[in-house]
Nanobody, 118 residues
Framework: VQLVESGGGLLQAGDSLRLACVASGNIFSIDAMEWHRQAPGKQRELVATISHSGHTNYADSVKGRFTISRDAKNTMYLQMNSLKPEDTAVYYC??????????????WGQGTLVTVSS
């Protein structure tokens, strides 16, 4: 199973950006999906989560600015509005899923860089 993120880039403060994460491989079904980020010199932190049923949670630092969503085709999105320089980080997607042999597993994407200038 593989997660591939896309959509990162160089932006200015106040801009908007949408990240996508596509899951592929021997997936029976995806349970929860998450976005994490790691800023330079800092630990990786949880940004947002979305359950199989669509229930969402956000870090306080992004509430009201970021929106996580997913579709029926194993793709997750992160809409980021009103970007701030402190949002600069490598953004990773993460999924908990059942394989086609019904084994519960987890997987990380390779990350996509978002850089926000002031």
């Amino acid at each position: 199973v593989q997660l591939v993120e896309s959509g990162g880039g160089l932006l200015q403060a106040g801009d908007s950006l949408r990240l996508a994460c596509v899951a592929s491989g021997n997936i029976f079904s995806i349970d929860a999906m998450e976005w994490h980020r790691q800023a330079p010199g800092k630990q990786r932190e949880l940004v947002a989560t979305i359950s199989h049923s669509g229930h969402t949670n956000y870090a306080d630092s992004v509430k009201g600015r970021f929106t996580i969503s997913r579709d029926a085709k194993n793709t997750m999105y992160l809409q980021m509005n009103s970007l701030k320089p402190e949002d600069t980080a490598v953004y990773y997607c993460y999924a908990k899923y059942y394989s086609d042999s019904y084994t519960y597993l987890t997987v990380w994407g390779q990350g996509t860089l978002v850089t926000v200038s002031s």
